[in-house]
């Protein structure tokens, strides 16, 4: 799953030529969110251009929060491959994968790799380099199914661990 507003720094670009290597692996991608810096034809053009038409969904557009739910529970993993230019936090993260109990495969900017690597809750792949993204991916796909698990119970445990009243309590 790419999910969020689709910008030039979240890397769709890296990440749709990422999964064109992927060309002999079973997956689907499903891209989901309200194109800002692009055109949904863009994006369209994007997927065939890399010959992707039977692997992706795209969804565009504005998705409701009582929806949310859907596309993360519909997914095994939420796939972040933003840009070194990427100067946000880490909410699509936590607020995202984690909260849905779901892996990640992030790219190594902001707080998304540190939190990665530290609490063991995804994949971590050099940003801009869809070599390096595409082989965490096929990683992920290979993986087995109890180190998804893993990976999965401790997402949900950092969230629980981050919500809104503990970092106000910490902060306090």
């Known amino acids: 799953l790419f ?3 689709i910008r030039r720094d979240k890397g769709i670009e890296c990440l749709l030529e990422a999964a064109a290597r992927l ?3 079973r997956f689907s991608l499903l891209i989901a969110g309200n194109p800002q810096e692009y055109t949904a034809a863009e994006i369209t053009s994007l997927i065939t251009r890399w010959n992707l038409d039977s692997k992706v969904v795209v969804r565009l557009g504005y998705v409701p929060d009582h929806e949310i739910p859907y596309y993360f529970y519909s ?9 070194s230019i ?20 992030v790219s190594d900017v902001s707080e998304m790799g540190r939190l990665a690597k530290e609490y063991g809750i995804g994949l971590v792949a050099r940003p801009e380099d869809p070599a390096d993204l595409a082989d965490k991916i096929k990683d992920f796909i290979h993986m087995e199914k ?4 893993q990976m999965a119970d401790r997402a949900l445990a950092l969230a629980k661990s981050h919500t809104w009243d503990k970092m106000a309590s910490a902060y306090t």
């Open 23 to 25: 060309k002999n692996e």
């Open 86 to 105: 990427y100067t946000g936090g880490s909410g699509p993260l936590m607020k995202g994968a984690c909260m849905h109990r779901r892996p990640s495969i």
């Open 75 to 83: 997914c095994d993993a939420l796939v972040l491959p933003y840009a």
């Open 3 to 5: 999910f969020g507003t």
């Open 146 to 149: 109890e180190k998804k698990r």
